[in-house]
């Protein structure tokens, strides 16, 4: 029977691949789960992590740990971001080692890519150019996620991958109104809106970026799949230092038509204007999908019925998000 530890389990990213593997346990397979909360083991604390990795001695790792937070977040705390996420990354993936953990599963993000990286990105668009300076010190660290796993993979002959999600969304959001990323924000701005009988919403830049977005669901079957993979197929379709998957539709769409997306699933009808001295961010991100579309996996929730679904998840779970 595995033993799979998932670091980062309360979190969005964590929560939906830990119901994947619930709901293998529940069909029939044999797993073993391991998880921690933020209380019982700090990831940045490397004794923590080490004892850690000692007692429970797992079979496989998923690092869905991570400080995350959408523009506003990244620009106010630029060194909480590198710091935490560098440490996260060194203590999880270091200390999996020394424990004999034999497989590894890094989550990163699309931000990993240059700002005028050409669209699709594709994985080998790394490190080709300049990244977006709103969200640099977050992205340099999930960039050195994936060079720790394919080093120690190239030195000890670990079998540890990296799959790059491009933006999620779906339950277990953050729908805080300044730290969120944009697609919660909006559902959080337009269901106020509704609430308060407001006849105009302002959304931030010019609405003109175009965006990608994957529900977590969607990325938890991806996630899982790529895990499975035998080590064979996964090394015919990667390379020693190119090792990482992009995870996501292969479609975007602009915010402001995002934004009137929301509107429609919150019952909003009053006017959607544009803040055009905020920031943008990067023109456009959207993920080349090739290959992994090219191993068997496509994305299955629309994203009208995956935002109606998340504002149905809020409705219910508003309590935790007041103040």
Excluded at 119 to 145: F, H, V, W
Aim: proline fraction near 5%; charge should be negative.
């Amino acid at each position: 029977m595995p033993k799979i530890y998932v670091a980062g389990h309360r979190g969005m990213v964590g929560g939906a691949i830990l119901r994947q593997l619930e709901a293998r346990r529940a069909q029939g397979e044999e797993i073993d789960l391991v998880t921690a909360t933020h209380a019982e083991l700090d990831l940045t604390d490397q004794a923590a992590v080490a004892g850690f990795m000692h007692d429970h001695r797992p079979d496989m790792v998923i690092l869905a740990a991570a400080k995350v937070g959408g523009i506003h977040a990244n620009n106010t705390y630029p060194a909480d971001f590198i710091y935490e996420n560098l440490m996260i990354e060194c203590n999880v993936i270091h200390q999996a080692y020394r424990a004999g953990v034999r497989r590894l599963l890094q989550l990163g993000s699309s931000c990993i890519y240059p700002r005028e990286a050409p669209q699709p990105m594709r994985e080998d668009a790394l490190l080709t150019g300049t990244l977006e300076p709103t969200n640099e010190p977050y992205a340099i660290a999930k960039i050195a996620g994936i060079k720790l796993c394919e080093s120690y993979n190239r030195q000890h002959g670990t079998d540890y991958r990296s799959v790059m999600p491009t933006n999620l969304y779906g339950p277990g959001d953050n729908f805080h109104p300044e730290n969120s990323h944009v697609l919660p924000a909006l559902i959080r701005r337009f269901h106020e809106a509704v609430q308060e009988g407001r006849d105009e919403v302002m959304i931030w830049g010019s609405g003109t970026p175009r965006r990608e977005f994957l529900h977590v669901d969607d990325m938890a079957r991806a996630s899982l799949f790529v895990l499975d993979l035998d080590r064979a197929t996964y090394d015919a379709n990667t390379q020693p230092m190119l090792s990482h998957i992009n995870l996501g539709t292969g479609e975007d769409i602009t915010i402001r038509d995002l934004a009137q997306m929301v509107a429609q699933v919150t019952g909003y009808q009053g006017r959607i204007a544009t803040d055009p001295t905020k920031p943008d961010g990067t023109m456009r991100k959207l993920m080349d999908v090739g290959r992994l579309a090219d191993m068997g996996w496509r994305a299955r929730i629309g994203l009208e019925d995956g935002i109606a679904e998340t504002y149905r998840w809020f409705l219910d779970n508003q309590d935790r998000f007041r103040g």
